[in-house]
Every structure is written in C-alpha cells, then in structure tokens.
C-alpha cells in the first residue's frame, strides 16, 4: 500500500503535470475559460477546485488503466464542467462497445430465443 | 466476437419489434415518442430524405465503436485521422469503451469543435440534412442489461421510415425509425456532432455552442480556435466572451494589434466589461502604448468586481512601465 506522503507526491506532480506543460498563460491577459466561468462570484475559489478534481479525475483514470500523461492529456481536454460531471463517475458511466454485463445479456437472450422455439 | 454482437443486435431489433406491435395496441407514444411525432407532423422545413456525401467507413475492432465512431465524423470533414489514432484518446482499457464526454473531448485536438446535440429525433436528422454526419450513443441490451454502442447517422429517408448507420461491421446498417429510437432513447437521446471551426451545427444554441469553443480552445491551435470565434460571431455579434476569444486566440497567434481592435469594438458594445477593458490595456501596453493603456486600466479599476486582484496586477505592471510608483 502506498504511505499517505507519496500518495500527497503524487498529487502535487499530478496537478503541477496538468497545469504547467499545457496552460499557456500570457502576461495580463484574462483567458476565455475564466471569462466563461466568471458568473460563478469567487473565480479563484472555482479555479482552485478546479485544478483538484482534474488532478482526482485524472488519477481515477489512471485506475482505469490509463498511463499518467495520456491521463492528464485526456483531462486537459474536457472542459471543466465536463470534468466536475464526470468526477467518481467513471466506473458506472455508460462506456460505448461493452459492458461487463453483456454474457449475462447473450445468456438471458439464448434462454429467451430457445424458450420461444421449443416451448 | 462481432458475429456474437451483430447477433444479439438481431435479436435486440426483433425484441424492438415485438416492443414496437405491442406499443402499438397501447399507443406508441409511450415507446417511441419522437417516432410518432414525427410520423405525425413532419416539419415543413426539413428534407425527406438526405444523405452526408464522402462518410468513411471503419470496420469496428473488439469493442472500439468510439475510436471507430469518432474517426468516422471527423474524417468525413477530411480530418486526416483514424481509429487507431484514436484510441489513446477516447479508449478506456479497463471499462473497454470510450465514454460521452471522451467522445466530446477526443476530437478537440484536432481544432474540431465537439457539440453535444439537444435530446431530439428532428436535430439528428436537421444534422444530416445540413451534411454533417451524428454519432448516437444507443443501447443494445435487454433490461436490465446494457450493452452500450457508438454508431454514426449517415442518412435516414422518411418515405421508408429508415435511417442509415456505419455501425460495427456493418458499412450501410438500415434500420427504422422506431428500433433506431428505441435503441438510442436509452442513452436519454445523447448525439454529438464534431464540426470544423468555420462551421456551426444547425442545432447550434449561444450558450451551449460558446462552451464547445472554449473547451476546444484549451487544447487546440489558435488558428483553429480563432476561425471558430469569428464563425461564432458572425451569428450572434452581440456576445461578449466569443470578443474576448478571438482577441485572446489573436494575442496568442502574436496579432496584438488585431486583438486591439477587436477588444475596441467590444468595449464599444459593452463598456461594463471590465474583462475586456483589462485585456485592451494589456495589447495596449504591449504595443507601447503605455499613456492609452493607463486610461483604460483605470476605467477597469474603477469597475471593481471578481478580476479586481488581476486588473490590480495589470495597472501596476503599467505603471511600471510609465515608471511612477503606484
């Protein structure tokens, strides 16, 4: 198991691997994302939580078998409500092509067609 | 493991049917609503029948539809991509599939604005009728079991009641409206489409369209970014964050004097915008311009409100420059 100082490590490497390579940030210019999310009052506030639950998201993917960048990178993409939607959500999610239940569906379908034949 | 799928898709479809007869003893609506609706009153303003020319076709490999799904809508607008490009990006290894928002997210990178449809039959087939093909999110399985699909909506004819899908293996999958509906209303409608910056969905609304753009604005080039801005505000001038994109995407390409003028015209039509007055002081300044940028960082100050701490930092960078002390 991991102590909880590496677990804290990895949090702080996450967040800054989220923020530093890919936020350009120009001297005084106020970017469109935070335009965007300016009705939410206490901007710093929503942009802190923020960086958080992208750097929660991004370890919930890794979970899923996602190396750390490619994870981030995904992350990076997703706009930030998109990122608050989808927070803790990723193992119930509907994930198009197949779903863990699909042999219990083939064996109820079997069932139900031979009922129907052989009945 | 297809031939397993196409299998249960048969029965599914079958099962549809049976649900279909049967809805129609107890009135449809409650099973296929939109169906019936449409079959009802066919809006006056949209073709019978259309079809998106030059739709790829990607036979789908075990389980991945979205990376499938995906190449296909941004190929068909000659975005140079395959699934295998794409399954790092919306593949999930250990749900096996690509999720809603990945398949919204995925196509970002590639200057694509992604834009998540309204829960509507008629925006789907408005979509193709404009040439733009839709990724539908449909379910496959029997309750209470899901088997969760991505397939792409190509063409539909209302005389035959069809519309045409490359779905899996399956280049030209013919279905009716009502086991389309059927299937796909399990997802709550979902429906996206990926279109190039100059480009807007049909279906497009203000709000929702400006957050596909910023989200696409975080990721992509500001080429890209800059197009759709401009496309954006060619239909609703008016909106004042879509000014500030395209000055920002202009600042970012070093067009500062472009971004001047845009901010200019936006602090035009909206002087209360100390967002916008801040970022004019800043092409301003960066133009050498100090004296100018003063008076407008001042007005901004005035202003007050939540970007008071940037706004602070900008005037005392000018300041700086003009070399008074604060």
């Known amino acids: 198991m991991k102590s909880a100082a590496i677990k804290f490590i990895c949090r702080i490497l996450m967040v800054s691997m989220i923020l530093l390579p890919f936020q350009t940030v120009y001297a005084g210019m106020i970017s469109t994302d935070k335009v965007a999310a300016a009705s939410a009052a206490q901007s710093e506030r929503a942009a802190v939580l923020a960086t958080i639950t992208r750097a929660d998201v991004s370890s919930q993917m890794q979970a899923q078998g996602l190396d750390p960048k490619l994870a981030a990178e995904r992350v990076n993409a997703m706009s930030d409500q998109e990122v608050h939607t989808l927070a803790g959500k990723l193992d119930s999610a509907p994930a198009g092509a197949k779903n863990s239940g699909w042999a219990w569906a083939v064996v109820i379908i079997l069932a139900v067609v031979i009922w129907y034949n052989w009945k | 493991m297809s031939g397993l799928l196409d299998g249960i898709r048969k029965t599914a479809r079958v099962l549809a049917g049976v649900f279909f007869l049967a809805g129609g003893l107890s009135g449809c609506a409650l099973i296929i609503p939109q169906t019936d609706a449409l079959h009802r009153t066919w809006p006056a303003d949209l073709a019978e029948k259309a079809e998106v020319p030059g739709v790829p076709f990607y036979p789908q490999e075990d389980y991945q539809c979205g990376p499938a799904a995906l190449a296909t809508s941004l190929a068909s607008f000659k975005v140079p991509v395959t699934p295998d490009d794409l399954v790092d990006k919306v593949y999930l290894p250990a749900r096996q599939g690509s999720l809603q928002i990945e398949m919204l997210a995925g196509a970002r990178g590639y200057g694509m604005v992604s834009y998540e449809l309204p829960q509507s039959f008629e925006a789907v087939l ?62 709550h409608y979902w429906a996206m489409v990926t279109v190039p910056p100059d480009r807007l969905p049909v279906s497009a609304k203000e709000s929702d369209y400006l957050n596909a753009i910023v989200a696409m604005e975080r990721v992509a080039k500001p080429e890209a970014a800059r197009t759709a801005y401009a496309t954006f505000l060619g239909r609703w001038p008016d909106n004042v964050t879509a000014s500030i994109g395209l000055a920002n995407a202009e600042y970012a390409l070093g067009r500062v004097r472009q971004a001047e003028l845009v901010l200019w015209g936006a602090a035009e039509r909206h002087p209360e915008s100390v967002i916008v007055l801040n970022n004019l002081a800043q092409t301003l300044s960066d133009q050498g311009r100090t004296e100018e940028a003063l008076q407008v960082i001042d007005r901004a100050a005035e202003a007050g409100g939540p970007f008071a701490p940037t706004v602070a930092d900008t005037r005392l960078a000018i300041l700086k420059r003009l070399g008074k002390s604060p």
């Open chain 2, 126 to 187: 408005r979509e193709v009728a404009a040439g733009t093909p839709v990724i539908v999110l449909q379910d496959y399985g029997v309750w209470p079991l899901r088997i969760w699909h991505y397939a792409v909506v190509a063409a539909y004819d209302k005389t035959k009641g069809e519309v045409v899908l490359r779905s899996g293996m399956k280049e030209n999958l013919v279905i009716p409206f009502s086991v389309f509906e059927y299937t796909w209303k399990e997802s």
